[in-house]
């Protein structure tokens, strides 16, 4: 009969190390899939002295607003993604296919406030005529306009109820594939053992599942949360995204820096720099170098199982 010597600590180091690639593809995979943009918000004060005179002329029949009634129309009828940038203003108020559009007709006494008013096509506002605007062309000219101020302002919004959004989003979407990537690395480690006939390794492996998926959800959320909350502040980019899939590990490393010597330091912040590089170059890739990298660690782990097991038992037959 064979007999199998079990070695704790290999097993143990085995069984509890869940790599943190399989946070950093989650988080990643769940930035892409969310597409966050950077929170820019221009001010009043800040556009240019064209914009503003548009602003006050814009639906009028030549006659100017105050500049608080201006500011009222920039505050209220244009859309929170244009005004991430001062060309995304322009794009509502300076575009001569759009117009601003009274919802009470003129003819009929309507003013010229922010109230009464907003942007449209120009195509609309002539088939409209001198009546009221119905609710469904409101709606359709408002959809209208945060289409053109999503295309003006790329990567961009001012809406920071949609940044927040995302953000959360992006933090429990990495979250979900954290937790089920962690699992499915620990299944594949699993049947590693078991088709090398460790079926005793394998069972171990299994009760980690649960351990496991919460450990994946967690590094999946924070990672999620950091990587969206640098490109919301810093601009949406790969090399933005990459510093924060790795800012949970800086945190870490800073942290531990006084129990380290400066060896040790220097080697970790080297992994460090190196997972951020690695990051920053699956960001280029897409979502298929996120799911590449979330593959290539459940075969590391089916591989790495199976060479274990098999060396064991070899040295214990």
């Given amino acids: 009969m064979t007999a199998y010597r079990y070695v704790k600590s290999a097993v143990s180091t085995a069984l509890e190390e869940v790599p943190g690639t399989i946070g950093i593809a989650a988080a990643g995979l769940a930035n ?18 064209e914009v503003i005179r548009q602003l006050r002329t814009d639906g009028t029949r030549g006659e100017l607003r105050s500049l608080e009634e201006a500011r009222q129309i920039f505050e209220q009828d244009i859309p929170a993604e244009a ?14 296919t759009i117009d601003w559009m009274h919802e009470q007709p003129h003819a009929a006494g309507g003013s010229n406030d922010a109230s009464n008013g907003v942007y449209g096509p120009e195509g609309l506002n002539q088939s409209i005529g001198d009546r009221a605007m119905t ?23 001012g809406d920071l109820g949609e940044v927040v959004g995302d953000t959360l989003e992006t933090g429990a979407w990495g979250g979900v594939m954290g937790g089920g990537m962690a699992v499915a690395h620990r299944i594949a480690q699993a049947q590693g053992y078991r088709d090398a006939g460790r079926h005793d390794l394998a069972a171990a492996a299994e009760e980690q599942l649960v351990e496991d998926a919460a450990k994946g959800a967690i590094n ?4 999620g949360g950091a ?33 380290l ?10 992994g460090v720099v190196g997972k951020g590089a690695l990051a920053t170059v699956l960001v280029c890739a897409g979502p298929i170098g996120w799911l590449g990298l979330a593959g290539i660690s459940i075969a590391s782990a089916y591989g790495k199982a199976t060479e274990q097991a098999t060396q064991g038992r070899n040295a214990s037959a």
């Fill in 32 to 49: 892409a899939a969310i597409g966050i943009e950077a929170f820019r918000s221009v001010r009043f004060e800040d556009l240019p002295a």
């Fill in 83 to 96: 005004k991430g940038s001062v060309d995304g203003v322009e794009a509502i108020s300076n575009d001569p």
């Fill in 135 to 157: 609710s469904s062309e409101i709606a359709e000219a408002r959809v209208h306009t945060h289409e053109v101020a999503e295309l003006a302002t790329p990567g961009v919004t």
């Fill in 220 to 223: 999946g959320v924070v990672r």
């Fill in 227 to 259: 990587v969206a909350v640098t490109q919301a502040v810093l601009g949406a980019n790969p090399l933005t995204a990459g510093i924060g899939l790795v800012a949970p590990d800086v945190v870490m490393l800073l942290s531990q820096k006084a129990r």
């Fill in 261 to 270: 010597s400066e060896a040790e330091y220097t080697e970790k912040a080297m």
